[in-house]
C-alpha cells in the first residue's frame, strides 16, 4: 500500500522529534512492503515568520490531499505575546477545524519500568492505561469571545457552548473505543453547574442507553475527576469529555506515565486525513539540544498507522519496539532517575529502528 503523509514539523523541538518519527515510519513501510510518500508544509511560529501566518493556504491543501498529518509543535517565546493579532496556536486550532478532526484521543499507559519516574507513588499508577477523548472543534475555544468597557475598566468574555449533535458524535466515538478495551466509558462534565453540561449529561445519557446500553458508564464532575485521576488513575478506562476540561485534564493524566514526552495524540474526524502529534509541545528550553525524547512523536505515528492507515500489524510492531527499548533501560533525560544514564534524540530514535528490525527477525526466524 503507498501512504501520503504530510509532516508539519513546526516550532522549538517539532522538527528534531518528527525526524525520528519519519525514520521510524520508513523502517516499518519497508518491513511490510508499503511506500510512504512525505511531503513537508509550513504551520505555526515558523510560518508567520516567513509568511506571515501561522497556518498558509498550501498547508491546508496539501494536508487535505494527504492520508494523515504528522505535527511535531507549534510556538515559542518568540511568539509568545497574548496580545499579538497573529499566533502560532492560531494555526493549531484552523488546521483541526480545516480537516473537521473533532476528536481528540490521547492514551496514557504506564511502562512498568518507569512506574516511579513520576510524582506519584509506584502503586498508584500500577496497571494505569487509559484513552481520554477529548472534543476538539466546539466549546469554549470556538465560541463567541470580546471585551466591552466596563465601569472598572473592561469587561471580557468567552462563550462555551455545544450542541446535541456535537456531543452525540463524540460520545459514539468514545463508546466504540470503550468497546475494544474494557468495556467502561466515564463522561466528564460540570453539570451541577453549567448548562452547556446539563446538555452534554442529558445527551450522553441518551446516547448511551439507547445504543450503547452494553458498556459500563458513568458520569463525573471535572473537579472531582481531576482528583480521582491522581487517587485512583488505574480505575479509569475511557474518558469523554468537552474542549477546555479535556485540555486540563490531558496534561494533569500525562504526569502519571513519568513524562510528558513518552505520549502520544491523535484527532480524528468522520473523514479525511487525521493529525497525529505529541502531546508535550514545542519544548523551547531544551530545543536544539538534541535531547528531546521522540517517543511521543514516534507512538503518533503508530496511531497514524492505526487510525488512518489501517495497518495494525505495523502499528503493532512500532509499539512494541518502544516498549523493548523502554525495558532495556534506554533514557532520554526526561525519563531518567537520578543517576542513571541517557541518551539524545536521534540515538533513542536509532534505537527503536534497530528494535523494529530484531523484532521482525525473530519473527521471521518463529
Not at 131 to 142: A, H, Q
Not at 162 to 188: C, H, P, W
Not at 255 to 272: I, K, N, Q, T, Y
Not at 295 to 324: F, N, P, T, Y
Request: aromatic share 4%; glycine share 10%; hydrophobic share 45%.
Amino acid at each position: 500500500m503507498n501512504a501520503k503523509i504530510t509532516v508539519l514539523a513546526g516550532d522549538g523541538v517539532g522538527p528534531e522529534v518528527v525526524n525520528e518519527a519519519c525514520k521510524v515510519l520508513e523502517t516499518v513501510a519497508n518491513r511490510f512492503d508499503h511506500r510512504i510518500e512525505f511531503t513537508d508544509a509550513m504551520i505555526g511560529g515558523g510560518a508567520i515568520d516567513k509568511l506571515g501566518t501561522p497556518l498558509p493556504e498550501e498547508t491546508i491543501e496539501i494536508c487535505k490531499d494527504s492520508d494523515a498529518v504528522l505535527l511535531g509543535a507549534v510556538g515559542g517565546p518568540k511568539w509568545d505575546d497574548p496580545l499579538a493579532s497573529v499566533r502560532p496556536e492560531q494555526g493549531l486550532l484552523g488546521l483541526r477545524k480545516a480537516l473537521g478532526v473533532f476528536a481528540n484521543l490521547r492514551p496514557v499507559r504506564v511502562y512498568p519500568q518507569l512506574a516511579k519516574s513520576g510524582p506519584l507513588k509506584e502503586e498508584l499508577v500500577a496497571n494505569v492505561d487509559m484513552l481520554v477523548i477529548r472534543e476538539l472543534t466546539g466549546g469554549i475555544y470556538f465560541g463567541d469571545r470580546g471585551k466591552k468597557p466596563d465601569a472598572t475598566g473592561e469587561f471580557a468574555f468567552d462563550t462555551m457552548g455545544y450542541s446535541t449533535g456535537e456531543v452525540e458524535r463524540i460520545v459514539r466515538l468514545a463508546a466504540n473505543k470503550a468497546k475494544g478495551r474494557r468495556n467502561k466509558l466515564t463522561s466528564v462534565d460540570k453539570a451541577n453547574v453549567l448548562e452547556v453540561s446539563r446538555l452534554w449529561r442529558s445527551t450522553a445519557e441518551r446516547v448511551m442507553r439507547d445504543e450503547f446500553a452494553d458498556v459500563g458508564f458513568e458520569h463525573g464532575l471535572v473537579d472531582a475527576a481531576a482528583m480521582h485521576l491522581i487517587q485512583r488513575p488505574a480505575d479509569f478506562d475511557v474518558i469523554v469529555t468537552g474542549n477546555l476540561f479535556g485540555d486540563i485534564l490531558t496534561d494533569e493524566a500525562s504526569v502519571l506515565a513519568g513524562s510528558m514526552g513518552l505520549l502520544p495524540s491523535a484527532s480524528l474526524g468522520d473523514s479525511g486525513p487525521g493529525l497525529y502529534e505529541p502531546i508535550h509541545g514545542s519544548a523551547p528550553d531544551i530545543a536544539g539540544k538534541g535531547i528531546a525524547n521522540p517517543i511521543g512523536m514516534i507512538l503518533s505515528a503508530a496511531m497514524l498507522c492505526r487510525e488512518s492507515l489501517g495497518w495494525h500489524k505495523e502499528a503493532e510492531s512500532i509499539e512494541a519496539a518502544v516498549e523493548q527499548v523502554v525495558a532495556e533501560g534506554v533514557r532520554t533525560p526526561d525519563m531518567a532517575l537520578a543517576g542513571e544514564t541517557t541518551v539524545g534524540t536521534i540515538e533513542m530514535g536509532r534505537k527503536i529502528v534497530l528494535a523494529i528490525r530484531e523484532l521482525a527477525t525473530s519473527a521471521s526466524a518463529a
